[in-house]
């Protein structure tokens, strides 16, 4: 058994310190320049005719880089790339790979820490706080647990038993062709986690970015580079994602697809891998985590005081664009009462502006698009008889797209707002009658399609365990008196059933798991010259 590694420590970045002092002057360096992100193919740079600009969010007329993006050639180049190095980086060995990704992780909390979150504070609009958590801690846990986890399997996952003459054993395989990892914008670790740990197993894989993530992506990208992957074995892609997955599901060798965004598109490439399976020549592994309509439920003998910073955190960090982030709570009028004058007192506290400025508790949502969905689901609550929004409602898109942090009171708790995936800083509340806990527990329950996280708050444990009992399927992870986001690797692996994807648990074994096609060895010690078996015997 290889020794368990210790979860990465988060540095504080406090005035006066060596890290915000170091993190200062690399932000100002990356806003000092233009860079042009390429494709990477078979580890060699590809600078197409077809660009676009990545921009600050925040700040959407300063461009952080021209993306070069991958046409048809580039898109059969990296399947075709991926293919041809799969020998070679399976021959290399899983102590040998496992060292790559450690490099990685050295190279993430040490020199590497720095370009890494100022590019994601910068690319994607994080604070200092969430990209810390992101970027550096979240990643480089990523990389060492999984080698962890995947160098204990071969002990793990032997046989039980080899009897007398012959010798049982597991070869631990990867997927017989490459992976498709298609990934979000909104957490960088995510992002580098997704082709790496097929990669770890001993696949390989065509890594298609977000379109609002390139810049910090191709940070991570270089830097697995800088760690010694081979060529070939992750090749980045930044592109149309239709047009990428129609040339993946194209080439036989196409064996799976690690996946997070949204409900609708996982679904629509489900569908797509069906119709391709004829063509292919091993049935994909399909590992995806998509939406969420995460939830708190309170009881009227909670702590009030702490579910108020869990409303607050929860559904406001990093504006509401974590898969985690609860958009939806069911309050006892007891409750809501007590705490409601509190709430917005404290969230009209909260700062909003560029990500520069340390003392900003939230900046701007992603984009344009997002801009306009989330204040679209703003502007219908306005016109809505049965809702009423308690604070906020606002929003800015002359310098970046700031949306304030938004508390709609619903009277119903089928409104749209209280059941549809907006991925903003919007959180509608439910108001429910004191005597009515395990009616509002069914309701939480059947109001939603998703499944990912939820929370409980309540001090009796009897209530906890109805709670428990009740919400068993409604969240992949489930929190009793916290807020249900800040899921850490090896702690909480992370991910919801029903239509928030397969629950394959990112930063736990389990996941691994999936990228592995193991083959049962029988070795027989003994001569068996005799054909006939004794019952056959006179």
């Not at 075709?80 to 790559?100: D, P």
């Not at 690690?258 to 592994?285: C, D, M």
């Not at 003392?359 to 801009?371: C, E, H, L, P, W």
Request: charged fraction near 20%; proline fraction near 5%; charge should be negative.
């Amino acid at each position: 058994m290889s020794s368990q590694p210790d979860n990465e420590p988060i540095l504080n970045y406090e005035v006066g310190s060596k890290e915000r002092e170091n993190l200062e002057k690399e932000i100002t360096s990356q806003l000092s320049e233009i860079i042009d992100i390429p494709c990477i193919i078979n580890g060699e740079e590809i600078y197409t005719k077809n660009t676009v600009t990545q921009v600050v969010p925040h700040n959407h007329k300063h461009v952080l880089a021209n993306v070069h993006l991958a046409g048809q050639n580039e898109m059969e180049n990296a399947c075709n790339a991926a293919v041809s190095a799969q020998k070679a980086w399976i021959e290399l060995g899983l102590e040998e790979r496992s060292k790559i990704f450690e490099k990685c992780a050295d190279l993430l909390a040490t020199s590497w820490r720095m370009k890494v979150n100022a590019s994601t504070m910068l690319n994607q609009s994080k604070t200092v706080f969430q990209a810390e958590i992101d970027a550096a801690c979240e990643l480089i846990d990523f990389w060492r647990f999984n080698s962890y986890y995947a160098k204990n399997f071969h002990d793990e996952l032997q046989p039980l038993v080899s009897p007398e003459g012959m010798v049982n054993t597991t070869e631990i395989r990867p997927l017989e062709g490459f992976v498709l990892a298609i990934t979000p914008f909104n957490f960088t670790s995510i992002a580098g986690n997704l082709p790496s740990a097929p990669a770890l197993v001993g696949c390989t894989a065509v890594w298609k970015p977000s379109r609002n993530s390139y810049y910090s992506n191709y940070m991570i990208m270089k830097l697995m580079m800088e760690a010694g992957l081979p060529p070939g074995v992750i090749n980045f892609l930044p592109g149309s994602g239709a047009k990428i997955t129609e040339t993946a599901l194209s080439n036989p060798a196409f064996a799976g697809v690690h996946f997070t965004g949204s409900t609708g598109v996982f679904q629509g490439l489900w569908q797509r891998i069906a119709e391709a399976l004829p063509n292919l020549k091993s049935y994909p592994r399909i590992v995806g985590e998509t939406g969420g309509k995460d939830f708190i439920v309170a009881h009227s003998d909670c702590d009030e005081k702490s579910l108020l910073v869990a409303l607050l955190r929860g559904s406001f960090e990093y504006q509401g664009q974590k898969c985690s982030a609860s958009s939806r709570a069911y309050i006892p009028n007891s409750v809501w009462n007590s705490i409601k004058d509190n709430l917005v007192v404290e969230i009209e506290k909260i700062r909003m502006g560029d990500c520069n400025d340390f003392t900003n508790f939230m900046t701007s949502v992603i984009d344009k698009r997002a801009f306009d969905k989330i204040t679209g689901y703003i502007e219908r609550a306005k016109s809505n008889r049965d809702c009423k929004i308690i604070t906020g409602g606002g929003s800015n898109e002359e310098t970046g797209w700031f949306i304030e942090p938004t508390i709609i009171v619903t009277k119903n708790p089928k409104s749209e707002s209280m059941v549809e995936e907006i991925f903003g800083p919007v959180l509608t509340v439910y108001v429910y009658d004191n005597d009515k806990f395990e009616e509002t527990l069914k309701l939480c329950d059947e109001a939603s399609p998703y499944a990912l996280t939820g929370a409980i708050f309540a001090k009796s444990e009897e209530n906890i365990q109805k709670a428990y009992n009740a919400l068993r399927f409604t969240a992949g992870n489930f929190y009793i008196n916290d807020k249900p986001t800040g899921a850490v690797v090896a702690q909480q692996p992370f991910g919801g059933a029903r239509a928030s994807g397969t629950n394959d648990k990112a930063g736990g074994p389990l996941n691994l798991l999936r990228w592995i096609s193991p083959r049962s060895v029988k070795r027989t010690d003994m001569e068996i010259h005799d054909w006939t078996y004794p019952f056959m015997k006179k």
